[in-house]
């Protein structure tokens, strides 16, 4: 569909919710998976939301029904998650036969901006966030089977991506990446130790994760308090720790000092762990499960070159961060793990 086309169809999307208001819709910030908009209606302003990268219904309704359960346990949290906005004909999510069956829906707003964790006391805050969601997370159970596998099931990722070609693209790969050989070569050798490992991530505790909590999908307020948690669209049920370990992922920036990226990992894991217990053995896997995320990003990249969808220079750039960052895990793992235990 032409840009134009979908243009259109985003102003005309609100009439659904409300038939016989008046609204006004103006541009918001969207990520790489959806397109937004503001929907201002009488004095109360919603999020719309154009979903981009799949015409998978389950997957959110799936969503739905978590973000509509976990708002009746909003006592609960301090902070606030997106609700959404059920259609005067019922159910919550429209399915646009004239934008290539694209689907869209309408959630509550709050205001803020999105955080920069400049110290400790900001990365206590942000750790007591999760841990207060992951709690309220495990409390719910869902009728309804997720349709995002764990992040343990690579091979499901991205429907181009199995495992026989990661294999073949990063030890054979394509003439634009043959100056990255020896990192790809690198990143699979982390691929084969992920695999062996794959019967012990079974056994670990496992409840509904949000799998993507991070700056980009959070808002603070005007104090710099956390006021929302926002873009559950791939939550599912994984193992426990996986939520520390994406979180963990983003802070591990290895362009600082290691001591730096202790101190930040304990100051989060401090205010995390004043909700949920872990045992040792989940944080023993922590450097592992940091690294699943990170090879998590170097398929999804993947796949989104295969689909023509990104150039080259994105890859590329996937690929030295992804081997990097695994680098760093191994050789300063373990010390992180003692860190947080300490």
């Not at 290895?254 to 202790?262: A, Y």
Request: glycine content about 6%.
């Amino acid at each position: 569909m032409r840009v134009k086309d979908q243009e259109e169809q985003l102003t005309l999307l609100p009439t659904y919710w409300f038939p016989a208001q008046t609204w006004s819709i103006r541009v918001g910030a969207g990520g790489m998976n959806n397109t937004t908009r503001f929907v201002d209606v009488e004095g109360t302003s919603y999020v719309l939301r154009l979903y981009e990268t799949h015409r998978d219904m389950d997957k959110i309704i799936f969503e739905h029904r978590v973000l509509l359960a976990l708002d009746k346990e909003k006592d609960k949290l301090p902070f606030r998650v997106p609700v959404p906005v059920e259609l005067p004909t019922g159910g919550t999510v429209v399915r646009l036969d004239a934008s290539e069956g694209k689907l869209a829906a309408l959630f509550t707003y709050t205001d803020g901006c999105n955080p920069t964790w400049g110290n400790t006391r900001q990365l206590l805050q942000f750790g007591e966030a999760v841990g207060q969601l992951s709690s309220v997370l495990a409390e719910i159970s869902m009728e309804l089977n997720p349709v995002y596998p764990p992040y343990y099931e690579i091979e499901h990722i991205h429907p181009r991506c199995s495992p026989d070609s990661i294999h073949e693209f990063c030890l054979h790969p394509p003439e634009p990446f043959r100056q990255q050989r020896d990192e790809l070569s690198y990143i699979f050798g982390r691929f084969s130790a992920f695999y062996k490992a794959i019967p012990a991530l079974r056994k670990l505790p496992h409840q509904l994760v949000h799998g993507d909590i991070n700056g980009s999908n959070m808002l603070i307020d005007d104090d710099g308090q956390i006021a929302a948690v926002l873009d559950f669209e791939f939550v599912t049920l994984d193992v426990r720790v996986m939520e520390l370990a994406v979180c963990l992922s983003d802070l591990i920036d290895i362009t600082l000092p290691v001591e730096e990226i202790r101190r930040n990992c304990k100051a989060f894991y401090e205010g995390y762990r004043q909700s949920i217990h872990l045992e040792e053995e989940e944080i023993a896997l922590l450097p592992l499960l940091i690294e699943l995320r990170r090879l998590d990003v170097f398929i999804h990249f993947l796949g989104r070159y295969l689909d023509s969808v990104d150039a080259e220079g994105v890859l590329v750039d996937i690929i030295h961060n992804t081997f990097d960052k695994t680098k760093w895990l191994q050789m300063n793992g373990s010390a992180l793990v003692l860190t947080l235990l300490k």
